[in-house]
């Protein structure tokens, strides 16, 4: 790792900060603006106003300034925006719980890494205490390998294929 724990955690601790402020009062009343707003935009009667251009100008120009965009719907892009970053943040969040358990879980890595597969009968090993690699071999192939006397192990392997292409 390059960056120290204490800093990676600080960045951990901030982002929770940050999130946390987007409690559910918070959401419902975004969704609320977002909803409703463009029926208080009234009179006119110039046809058909875009959301929220005439009820918050100051803020439409201060989203516009965030997102370094003009827009006919400020606010909306800006909600929008909100509910598509969290989301991507909840699989990349993910994503860092299965890194975490790649990391600290030997048992895992190990799998993940390592498919191993049986090199007579091309099985798929788990590698696990009950299912090993030996020799190469899964057990049942090894143990038939071993009653064989430990013959040729190219020729074994291509009479044990043979074998289990005809069963
Ligand atoms: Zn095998």
């Known amino acids: 790792m390059r960056r120290k724990p204490e800093q990676t955690f600080a960045d951990v ?30 009179g006119g009667g110039d046809g058909p106003k875009p959301k929220h251009s005439v009820s918050d100008p100051v803020g439409n120009r201060v ?31 993910e994503i860092l719980v ?34 090993r690699i030996r020799s190469g071999f899964c057990y049942q192939c090894y143990r038939a390998w071993l009653t064989q006397g430990k013959p040729n192990r190219v020729q074994f392997c291509l009479s044990i294929q043979a074998n289990t292409e005809t069963t």
Not at 21 to 37: G, H, N
Request: neutral net charge.
């Open 63 to 93: 989203v516009a300034k965030l997102s370094g965009r003009k827009t006919s719907d400020p606010v909306g892009s800006a909600a929008k925006e909100i509910e598509t970053t969290v989301f991507q943040m909840r699989r990349q969040s």
């Open 98 to 131: 299965q890194q975490r358990e790649f990391i600290l879980n030997p048992r895992d890595r190990h799998r993940d890494n390592v498919i191993q597969h049986c090199e007579a009968c091309l099985r798929e090993v788990a590698c696990t205490t009950n299912d």
């Open 13 to 42: 601790q901030a982002t929770i900060r940050n999130l946390s402020s987007l409690d559910m009062v918070t959401l419902a009343t975004m969704y609320r603006i977002d909803r409703f707003d463009a029926e208080d935009t009234g």
